[in-house]
């Protein structure tokens, strides 16, 4: 099966980047996700790459993908505490296949 | 704007209750999600749904069933709640498959005394 691993916690200041990194264990995913939750919320999509990407870049975010390590990476330019919450990298193999998510990175921003 | 809702924020039950989740979604997706998570477990799939009356068992779904005779409604069950049920229980719903972004409720904090 698969799993999507994360460490716990991050804590960085206010202005940093924050780099948040997840790995994962099935080489066949063709889409990996970030969501976002915030405190008392449910998950909300912040992007996804297709795994023929490298790197995808949406504003303050960018997503790098080593395909050889399974590795995905969130970086968060110029983090505000409006960024803290809890980060969840997930995988999936496309078409109806479920997507799986990882154990979640919470980013706490200190002012 | 997609809407995903759930019946109840917090419920708190008992031992051997039985213990009914709702979730409705409204904008004719096809595809209905039950999740758990657990703090540094992440989120785990307990059932999902592609149709009406059609139910995929997740990667946890011993102790729970679910229920979906509409399209926008998504209900789990625990037949006989245990205290290793307390979670927080999140619904997502998507229209398509897997890749298709999946949009969450806020969640419901079960506390099983």
């Known amino acids: 099966g698969e799993d999507v691993e994360q460490s716990l916690f991050l804590s960085v200041r206010e202005g940093d980047s924050s780099v948040i990194n997840c790995t994962y264990t099935?080489?066949?995913?063709?889409?990996l996700y970030w969501y976002k939750q915030e405190p008392g919320a449910g998950l909300q999509l912040l992007t996804y790459?297709?795994?023929?990407?490298d790197m995808k870049q949406d504003q303050r975010l960018t997503v790098l993908l080593n395909k050889k390590d399974k590795h995905l990476s969130l970086r968060i330019a110029d983090t505000q505490t409006g960024d803290s919450a809890i980060y969840f990298c997930a995988e999936s193999l496309g078409g109806y296949q479920k997507v799986t998510f990882g154990t979640g990175t919470k980013l706490q921003v200190i002012p | 704007d997609v809407k995903v809702t759930q019946s109840s924020r917090y419920l708190v039950k008992r031992t051997g209750e039985k213990v009914f989740l709702e979730c409705v979604q409204d904008m004719d997706h096809e595809n209905m999600f039950w999740y758990r998570q657990d703090p540094g477990l992440g989120l785990r799939l307990i059932y999902f749904?592609?149709?009406?009356?059609?139910?995929e068992k997740g990667d946890i779904p011993e102790g729970y069933s679910v229920s979906r005779e509409k399209k926008e409604r998504f209900s789990l069950i625990l037949e006989s709640a245990s205290t290793n049920q307390t979670s927080m229980y999140l619904c997502?719903?998507?229209?398509?498959?897997?890749?298709?972004?999946?949009?969450f409720g806020p969640g419901t904090r079960l506390t099983v005394t």
């Open positions: 790459i297709f795994s023929n990407m």
């Open positions: 749904s592609y149709d009406v009356k059609m139910k």
């Open positions: 099935d080489s066949s995913s063709t889409y």
């Open positions: 997502a719903s998507s229209s398509g498959g897997g890749d298709y972004e999946q949009y």
